[in-house]
């Protein structure tokens, strides 16, 4: 790794390196065979429970494993336990998960337990408060995965993750406090791909329910990225979210305004690939769905200009250089609508 020095270990320390990890694949082997002949037998036992929990320690994306520890605690532990008891092995289920999230925070399946456990959580602690556990569960919920995208703030699983707290909740946060979320997340790191989608997922909730301005709220928004789009040309989950802003291009000052503002940037970062691409993209725009209010003097001036776009982006990103000729073939073809 970039900025790690290397360490040169000794033939003693990776010998008993090697046996370490031999020692390891053993018990691994060993504990494998055991726990699946048990779910080959439809073992629901206490001894079967913990067979997977020390298999789950070494590793913890086996997914038939954690699936079998599921049906042991349906099957098995559940039915002759109380609902405290029940109560209690959960929270401990949720404890587990989160020491392996800890280790590994990408793997699918403990993200998909974590949620099994809260969807299983029973009534109680009483008649009165049915739902006393489920709220404490949910509103902790929240404070765990924020933890966890404090510690990796581009986590896609713990975002997909948030999104799924939100909606389960009991009791619902506030929409706006979520937007004031990504705000934070993303004045803090603008390439945060993540909270740019959160953020747009939000925004569209508040415009369908009549909760904010659609126009305002946008133009906002286009403030936001804009001055994001200044700070970092070349952080690609800027452009995306600018082009989710500008959708369709139906509004056509907008787009015409947004044109003019990258061009500004343009002259002032002559090679930036993304502010190119955005261009050609919004150009394009105008050629196929403002057609009827483009004449022909200004219909050629774009075309001219996307095809000199496209040329340097081949300069600049010859990779993708067949795209670009696929787009300046595209862009041709638009001449000739009249």
């Known amino acids: 790794m970039h900025g790690v020095k290397r360490v040169r270990y000794s033939k003693e320390a990776l010998e008993a390196r090697r046996q370490r ?32 929990t020390r298999l789950l320690h070494l590793c913890p994306e ?19 336990s109380s609902p405290l008891e029940i109560n209690e092995l959960l929270s401990e289920e949720l404890s587990l998960t989160t020491a392996s999230l800890k280790l590994h925070p990408k793997v699918y399946v403990i993200w998909t337990h974590r949620r099994w456990c ?10 009165t408060d049915p739902n006393g556990w489920r709220s404490a569960y949910w509103n902790k919920e929240l404070y765990v995965v924020e933890k966890m995208l404090d510690a990796d703030a581009r986590n896609f699983h713990a975002w997909n993750y948030r999104r799924y707290v939100l909606a389960s909740m009991p009791i619902k946060r506030p929409e706006q406090n979520e937007l004031a979320y990504t705000t934070r997340k993303i004045e803090a790191n603008f390439s945060n791909f993540s909270a740019w989608h959160q953020r747009s997922k939000v925004l569209t909730s508040l415009w369908e329910a009549g909760k904010v301005d659609p126009h305002a709220s946008r133009e ?10 200044y700070t970092d040309p070349a952080d690609q989950s800027v452009w995306i979210y600018h082009r989710w802003l500008v959708s ?16 500004e940037l343009l002259d002032e970062q002559p090679d930036s690939k993304w502010c190119m691409e955005s261009l050609v993209f919004y150009k394009r725009i105008l050629l196929r769905n403002q057609a009827s209010n483009i004449i022909d003097a ?11 776009l496209l040329d340097m982006l081949q300069t600049i990103d ?9 787009h300046a073939a595209e862009v041709k073809k638009l001449g000739d609508v009249t």
């Open 62 to 80: 086996f997914y038939t494993i954690w699936k079998y520890r599921r049906n042991i605690m349906l099957d098995g532990i559940f039915p002759r």
């Open 318 to 326: 010859p990779n993708r250089r067949h795209r670009y000729e696929d």
């Open 21 to 52: 990890d031999q020692a390891r694949l053993k018990e691994y082997l060993a504990l494998t065979e055991q726990t699946l002949v048990k779910k080959e037998q439809n073992d629901w036992s206490q001894e079967a429970f913990d067979l997977t």
């Open 298 to 308: 200004e219909r050629e001036v774009l075309i001219t200009q996307c095809l000199r």
């Open 220 to 229: 906002e928004e286009f403030e936001l990225v804009r001055n994001a789009m």
């Open 248 to 263: 369709r291009g139906d509004d056509s000052e907008t787009l015409h305004r947004e044109i003019a503002s990258i061009q």
């Open 118 to 127: 809260l969807e299983n959580v029973p009534d109680g602690p009483s008649e």
